[in-house]
């Protein structure tokens, strides 16, 4: 069994900073991509971030130039920096893992449980 367990979000003023972490635990061979997605109130998750295996990153227009993704292979953990919040950044942010191998063979997608985000103006 494979889990994520995400830590780091909270209540910040306009232009703050947070840091997001999540760290997956149990039986796995590998992670291929790891990334951030975000749920605001009445709207549909949305990827904020994501990271390959190799550090090839991916970014929502929306966070390009104030949130940066990295992670950690060896302790199969992705940090989410958040500069420069805005009242719009809140949500509930989850952790995906995509495509984790279970086995040499065997994968499927993970998610944690959830972390909330808010930005106070």
């Known amino acids: 069994q494979v889990q994520l367990v995400e830590s780091g979000g909270g209540l910040v003023q306009a232009g703050g900073s947070l840091r997001l972490s999540c760290v997956a635990s149990?039986?796995?061979?590998?992670?291929?991509?790891m990334g951030w997605y975000r749920q605001a109130p009445g709207k549909q998750r949305e990827l904020v971030a994501a990271?390959?295996?190799?550090?090839?990153?991916n970014y929502a227009d929306y966070v390009k130039g104030r949130f940066t993704i990295s992670r950690d292979n060896a302790k199969n953990t992705v940090y989410l920096q958040m500069n420069s919040l805005k009242p719009e950044d809140t949500a509930v942010y989850y952790c995906?893992?995509?495509?984790?191998?279970?086995?040499?063979?065997?994968?499927?997608?993970?998610w944690g449980q959830g972390t909330q985000v808010t930005v106070s103006s």
């Open positions: 995906n893992a995509g495509r984790t191998y279970v086995t040499s063979t065997q994968f499927r997608d993970y």
């Open positions: 149990g039986s796995i061979f590998g992670i291929n991509t």
């Open positions: 990271i390959s295996s190799g550090g090839r990153t």
